[in-house]
């Protein structure tokens, strides 16, 4: 049976989704709940509104006796595309706990004309890559899985790595870190592939418009970018592309119930 108001919702935030989600739900059903679970790992987010819990669940099991405990009606997986080990316990904590699961992921990003990609499947392949494409590399694939980087046979490559926050080792031998947070506009992408004389890019495909820039000054740049593709989203699990439609998708909960 559907639940019925109040509906509580618990969002796996972390994106910009996510946030536009809880303040469009907060903001226009007041006969919903949102709680958005962060997982930590950034040292000063932007909190949603509604409630907000920090860190870890302990796994799907964990998950879904937070679920049960806490009277959640429905799961938005709201989670960075690359997010793979959250999605699959979100997945399989929502049919232990017999609530419904909502994935909410951003379009991809799609080549365009000029563009010189080159599509990798993980992050080390992505490194297995470089040598052949470039000695200057623009890293933003976050802080995380920096050793896919750290390689002996890398050590003549030299990174740029942008991240929100410092990583931490192992890192690339030969590397200069720059701390940052999108949305980054076109002339800065420039600017900084330019001063930096960067001639290969690697990205993770996250989709979205806030660090999207940086695909184009590449293609300005005729220099290669190497895409690396998103983990499906588990089998099974509905997705919306954008706030609205997960926030309609919400509203059939209890409009139904």
Not at 70 to 99: C, I, K, L, W, Y
Not at 159 to 182: I, K, N, Q, T
């Amino acid at each position: 049976m559907l639940p019925v108001l109040p509906v509580h919702v618990l969002v796996l935030g972390g994106t910009t989704e996510a946030r536009q989600l809880a303040e469009h739900l907060v903001a226009h059903h007041p006969g919903v709940r949102v709680t958005t679970s962060l997982a930590g790992r950034v040292a000063s987010p932007k909190l949603p509104p509604g409630d907000v819990r920090v860190g870890g669940f302990g796994g799907a099991e964990g998950l879904a006796a937070w679920v049960r405990e806490h009277g959640v009606d429905a799961v938005v997986d709201a989670t960075h595309p690359f997010a793979a080990t959250m999605s699959r316990n979100a997945a399989e904590a929502a049919a232990q706990a017999h609530v419904p699961l909502l994935a909410l992921r951003r379009p991809g990003w799609v080549a365009q004309d000029g563009d010189r990609w080159h599509t990798a499947g993980t992050l080390a392949e992505a490194a297995g890559l470089l040598p052949a494409l470039g000695g200057r590399v623009f890293l933003t694939t976050g802080r995380m899985g920096l050793a896919a980087f750290a390689g002996a046979g890398l050590d003549a490559l030299w990174f740029l790595v942008r991240s929100v926050d410092a990583p931490e080792p192992p890192c690339p031998a030969r590397m200069e870190v720059l701390l940052d947070r999108g949305p980054f506009d076109l002339p800065g992408e420039r600017e900084l592939i330019h001063r930096h004389r960067i001639d290969v890019l690697v990205t993770k495909d996250s989709g979205g418009d806030a660090t999207a820039p940086k695909l184009t000054a590449a293609r300005e740049a005729g220099i290669p970018v190497v895409v690396v593709r998103r983990p499906p989203v588990p089998e099974g699990v509905p997705v919306a592309r954008t706030p609205d439609e997960a926030a309609r998708w919400v509203r059939r909960l209890y409009a139904s119930g």
